[in-house]
């Protein structure tokens, strides 16, 4: 089992910033992707941002490319997303996501929180 919580959501001013937090905690040493996620109210959650523990590679989704950067900490026990000139439309909700491959694929997600980001 893989326990995510997430932090740092909060009220920004359009074009600041924020870095989100994602604690991970139980059996980390099996995780091979964190990601962050996004779902606004009535829409599917969307791929934020993704890194692999392979290799360190990431990829972005075109909205936040040049914007956004994940990275984590040397022993995966958190994730972080850096998030620059910051838009309204990033308003939602993050999730914190893991997977971890032990003979099957486990997928888990942290509570979620809230980027507000005013004009």
């Known amino acids: 089992q893989v326990q995510l919580v997430e932090s740092g959501g909060a009220l920004v001013q359009s074009g600041g910033s924020l870095r989100l937090s994602c604690a991970a905690s139980?059996?980390?040493?099996?995780?091979?992707?964190m990601g962050w996620y996004r779902q606004a109210p009535g829409k599917q959650r969307e791929l934020v941002a993704r890194?692999?523990?392979?290799?360190?590679?990431?990829n972005y989704a075109d909205s936040v490319k040049g914007r956004f950067a994940i990275s984590t900490d040397n022993a995966w026990n958190s994730a972080y997303l850096q998030m620059n000139s910051l838009k309204p439309e990033d308003t939602v909700v993050y999730y914190c996501?893991?997977?971890?491959?032990?003979?099957?694929?486990?997928?888990?997600w942290g509570q979620g929180t809230r980027v507000t980001v005013s004009s």
């Open positions: 996501n893991a997977e971890r491959v032990a003979g099957v694929t486990y997928i888990y």
């Open positions: 890194i692999y523990r392979r290799d360190g590679s990431t």
């Open positions: 139980g059996s980390i040493a099996s995780i091979i992707t």
